[in-house]
């Protein structure tokens, strides 16, 4: 749990000040959005694959 809470500081502390209300966001400096639904739900599904592999199993 505090290795999450440490990696989340470091990440927004990376990120900068922004108002955006999205933890995760595209882009840098002026030019930084919100992630949309389906990118973010495409590399959650590309991970998956990567970490099944890894661990030996078969994914569909």
């Known amino acids: 749990m505090n290795d999450t809470k440490e990696l989340i500081r470091q990440c927004l502390e990376q990120r900068g000040d922004d108002d955006i209300d999205s933890l995760w966001i595209?882009?840098?400096?002026?030019?930084?959005?919100?992630?949309?639904y389906n990118a973010l739900y495409d590399r959650v599904v590309s991970m998956s694959k990567v970490l099944n592999e890894l661990e030996g199993r078969i994914v569909n």
């Open 26 to 36: 595209n882009g840098k400096g002026e030019n930084k959005k919100p992630v949309e």
